[in-house]
Structures are given as C-alpha cells and as structure tokens.
C-alpha cells in the first residue's frame, strides 16, 4: 500500500484483473494478530477485548479493491497470530473468546463492504481435536448473520495414508483443507511429484482444497532455487489427477517487505522499493495465469463454472516423467480447455486430441496459450505467449509438446498478458525523514506509517498523547498484552519483543533518531540500527545494534547476534534501522514515536 499510483494499481491488476495477470479467483487474508506470522506482523482489529478498529492494518484494503477488480472472487479469513486475550490465560486461540474475536473481524469485514465465504481456524496449529470449537463457531456464525460462512479446516500439513485429513466427518467443516499436500517447497519431487490425500477425504464427499502450496522460488530462469515456479502447475495439474483437489492457495501472493528476511523470492510478483516504484511480475504470475484465465468455479453469479473431465486428464504417455494434464468442461458443454505440463519431461512429444460430446464443441477453433519455463531459456518474454491456433479436423488435432513448457488449450478467448512495467530501482533514499504521523502514499489503505515494517507488535498512527511540537498524531505499539504467538510459542521462554524496521541493506554508515514517549512505568523502548535478517520463529533473534532507554534513565547499547547480550564493542556491518519496544523485557509496552530520522 506504500506505493504511488499508478505502480500500486499496476500490481494488483497483475494479481487480480481478469484476462489480464494471474487472474486470481480465491484469496486468503491474515486476520492480523499483533505478532509475527513469517515475515512480519499485522495489526489486528481488536487489540483489547471489546475496542474495535475495522480500519487496523491493510488486509480489507487489499481485498477490497480485489474485489473491484473481480467481483467473482471469494474471500477466506485465517488467524496466524492473535491478541493476548484471546487465548484465556493459554498459548491457544482454541477459546470461546477467540470465536468472539472472529465474528469482531468478520463485522469489520461487513463494515468495509466485503463479504467473507471460508473462514479457518488457526494456520499450522490444529492436530485435528478441536470438532467442538469448530461446531461452537458454526452455531455463533449462524447466530450472527454469517450462516454462509463455509469453516475450512485443518489447514494443517499433509496428511497421510494412516492419518486421515482431520474432519471428514465432521458435520461443521464444508471443506477439508490441507498445507504442501504435493510436496514441500511444493513440486519439489520434479517428475515424480505426488499430492496426496486419504480414502476417507475422497469419501467425505467435501471438497478437497491445497489450502497452501509454494515456499519455492518465483522465478523460473537459470539460476533460480529448484524447484521453482513451474513446479506450481506441476502441483495443480496432478492434485486431481492423484487426489481429487479442486482447490488451490499460493503461498504468499506477494513478496512486499524489507530485505534480509526469511521467505524472500517467493510469490507473484515482488514488490519490495516502495519508494522507487520499482516492482517485478515473477513467473509464478504466469505459472498460475495457465490455470486462472481459462476455467473458473461454478460460483453464485459467475456465470459457466468449469467441471473437470476424468476421462481427458491423466499422464503424458502414462508416465510421470513425460508430464501430465487436466482437461475441464464449461457449464451447458459451451467451452472446453485443457492445461499440460512437461516441466520435467526431457524430449519432445506428440500429443493427439479427440474431442467429442457434440458437433460445436468438436469443430471449434482451439486457441493455444504456452510459457517457456525451460531453464534453459531465461527469457520472460517466452512467459505466457499466444501460440497458433489450431483449427480440429473432425474433433481431432496434435501439437508438439516442448520439455519444461505449460500450455493451455481453450476454446473460450479474453486471454491476456499485462504491458505495465514498474520504475527503475532504486536504493533507499537518504537523508529520510518521517514525522510518523501519516500513512504517506498509503492514504487511507493503512493505519501505518509510510515503509515502516512490523516485525511484532502493532505500530499504528494513533493521536500523540502528549503532542510533539506540531505532530498531533504519532505512530503507537499498540499490541497489548503479549500477544498469542503462531503455533502454540511460549511468551516466557521466548526472545519476541515489539519492533519494526524501514529501509534496505544499502544503508552503512548513518545516524538514527527518534522522539520517543515512554507511556508506561518500569518499560523502555528506543531504536535499531544494522538490522539483518532472524532466525525463524524466535522474531527476536537477529542480526543488529539495539540503544534501549528505561523510564528509570538507564540505558543500554546491546549488540543482538541472535543470542542477545551486553557488549563495548561496535563491529561493521550494513541493514536497516529501525523502532523497538521493550527490547527483551517480557513486556510489550505501548511506547508512542514521532520524527524519525536517517542521515548518511
């Protein structure tokens, strides 16, 4: 949301706009927790029991205009982390609070004009013993005017052949969805990729979703980290070859956060110089595009919803290897189309098509959209291009099949590629100034200040409470008490503490200052500077120098080296800078900042 127009709407018409980029049809938001999720933290709505804020964060923003841009697409709500009150005095949102919180968020949702059709229960922490929370929110969904609410579960990792999806006869959960069910990064068995799935699930008669697949390279050109983008085909195509998947959810949709973090390289397109407008379209935006622009769901209102056909779909030679394909039906017979990957094959192929089911359908022209993802050719020109159309000869046609292509054969048209290309990068500029009273180019789409990244906590613009020369408005950590973290972490033995960074790693040698208030007695807060990179859960392990003052005047100069302690020495090094509160404490105070400033 940092980014001027026209670059911030250039990328969300490559993620959303149909006939036109990915072409999504289903996405995913956070609930935002106040606490770390991967690579960064959101904001909730809800930070104390019964003070709501539907304007916290970005995620209502994101989807809304989404959803300007394609009224058919569905919207599904998940937690990752929550406020502390939810969890009732435990590490758990598996609480009658929690169910309380949800329908909170989802009349914030309501509020802000959008309608939420799947709702979860909480990402990677469910070992499938929570039937009577899921049934308590079924009848607190249907209380409240949510009765169309489809629950999704587990959302947990991949099951197998003697562990049966959780809830295939649980009467509250319509669909049974499941985490990297084809492999983790997904696709990364290469020819021989599988995605798996349980007698039990195929007998539920529930839909079957891949609720995340990814963690892999978005790239698709020499050099990228095996098994990269094409890989998400390889998944799509066999998840109902080999398990009746009907559902798909890329993960992240976007790479937009500062360097030196975990997950990077991941997503559609990568967005990551909001000051310089600069942005990529990755070949996952075209991996994905293969699928989305030429067949979607039979949903209320979107008309000629697509049914896969068994008897078209299978394996290239019936061998793994050699690729495989999936073949759909629109609704009334009135279109056909057809996806094929080879991404693993080695050597051409001859593939022959007979189309029947009536005389339309068998003498229509066949139009051919394919993506060189060979890594051989490291050109994204050859990414989503418009091949020949071909016109059947009694229903019957062949084309030559390429090692390391996607094609997507369909008698429908409205197909497209994007022209839009972002500024020229640029590193981040100094001297910065912020007076951290405004959301910058991000205007009303957030509550944050202009490139300031969470990494835990909130830190949200909120009236200053004392002003600060003419600021009125000042940037607040407003997560209150410590928050639940992601799958189950303990707050007492954990090394978490509210902070958020702002810049890039080309930043060196600078001076880093902020006016801070301290709001509360016996807590501190106060500055990063060199920040790089953390060390997987424990968002409080990296790389950095912290200056943390207390309300008592003692200060403390900490160089953090992932084992954080107490040292004289400074050492060179390059990152970004950044605010923190309550730096290894156990507290998560609500410090208030104003005036940051960054000077060579």
């Known amino acids: ?17 149909p006939g036109y980029g ?13 606490a770390n999720s991967s690579d960064g933290a959101e904001p909730s709505v809800e930070h104390s029991k019964g003070n709501i804020d539907c304007g916290a964060g970005y995620e209502f923003a994101v989807a809304k205009q989404a959803v300007a841009l394609n009224p058919y697409l569905k919207l599904y709500g998940l937690q990752w982390a929550a406020p502390g009150w939810v969890g009732e005095g435990t590490n758990s949102v598996f609480t009658s ?8 968020w989802l009349g914030c949702a309501k509020q802000q004009g959008l309608t939420i059709s799947y709702l979860g229960g909480w990402n990677e922490s469910d070992n499938g013993a929570h039937s009577a929370w899921f049934a308590s929110l079924r009848s607190a969904l249907n209380a409240n005017g949510y009765s169309s609410v489809q629950i999704v579960a587990a959302d947990t990792f991949a099951p197998t052949s003697s562990d049966p999806w959780p809830y295939t006869s649980d009467s509250t959960v319509a669909i049974l969805g499941d985490h ?32 995340e697949l990814g963690a892999m390279d978005a790239g698709a050109q020499t050099g990228c980290t095996v098994p990269c983008a094409p890989a998400m085909d390889r998944a799509t195509v066999r998840g109902y070859i080999d398990a009746r998947l009907t559902g798909y959810l890329e993960w992240p949709v976007l790479d937009a956060m500062p360097p030196d973090l975990p997950y990077e390289n991941r997503g559609l397109v990568t967005a990551d110089q909001p000051w310089s407008g600069n942005y990529s379209v990755n070949a996952m935006t075209w991996a994905i595009a293969q699928f989305t622009q030429f067949v979607w769901p039979q949903w209320s209102g979107n008309p000629g919803g697509w049914k896969y056909v068994d008897s078209g779909s299978g394996f290239l030679q019936g061998n793994r290897a050699d690729g495989s394909y999936v073949t759909l039906v629109r609704s009334g017979g009135s279109g056909w189309s057809s996806i094929v990957e080879t991404t693993s094959a080695t050597a051409e192929q001859r593939a022959s098509f007979t189309v029947t089911g009536g005389n339309k359908l068998a003498g229509d022209t066949v139009h051919v959209w394919a993506s060189n993802f060979n890594f051989a050719n490291d050109s994204p020109s050859q990414w989503f291009i418009k091949r020949p159309d071909i016109t059947p000869s009694n229903g019957r046609f062949s084309i030559t099949l390429e090692p390391g292509w996607v094609y997507s054969l369909t008698t429908t048209t409205g197909q497209g590629k994007g022209t839009a290309t972002g500024a020229a990068s640029a590193t981040f500029p100094l001297p910065y100034t912020d007076s951290l009273s405004t959301p910058g180019q991000a205007g009303g789409y957030d ?34 008490p410590t928050p639940v973290f992601w799958e189950g972490t303990n707050p007492a033995t954990s090394t978490r503490f509210p902070y958020a960074v702002i810049g890039d790693s080309s930043l060196a040698n600078y001076t880093v200052s902020s006016d801070v208030l301290l709001t509360q007695s016996g807590t ?13 859960p424990q968002v409080g392990d990296f790389d950095g120098y912290i200056f943390d003052v207390r309300t008592s005047g003692a200060w403390k100069l900490i160089k953090n080296d992932k084992t954080s302690g107490d040292i004289a020495t400074l050492a060179s090094g390059t990152g970004p800078a950044g605010l923190e509160a309550g730096a290894f404490s156990h507290t998560w105070p609500q410090a208030q900042y104003s005036n940051l400033s960054i000077t060579p």
């Open 524 to 536: 501190s807060a106060g500055l990063i500077g060199r920040y790089s990179g953390m060390s997987g």
């Open 1 to 17: 949301m940092d980014y001027p127009e026209p670059d911030r709407t250039q990328i969300l018409d490559y993620l959303f706009k």
């Open 97 to 104: 609070d929690d169910i309380t919180y949800l329908l909170g």
């Open 180 to 211: 990297d069910v084809c492999g983790y990064p997904t696709g990364v068995a290469g020819a021989q990729t599988t995605c798996s799935t349980t007698p039990a699930a195929m007998n539920s008669g529930k839909p079957l979703w891949a609720s």
């Open 447 to 480: 509550d944050e200040p202009q490139y300031l990244a969470a990494m835990d906590g909130a830190f949200e613009l909120t009236p200053c409470r004392i002003p600060d020369g003419g600021n009125i408005t000042c940037t607040e950590q407003q997560a209150v």
């Open 22 to 34: 990915a072409s999504l049809q289903l996405l995913k938001l956070e609930i935002g927790g106040d």
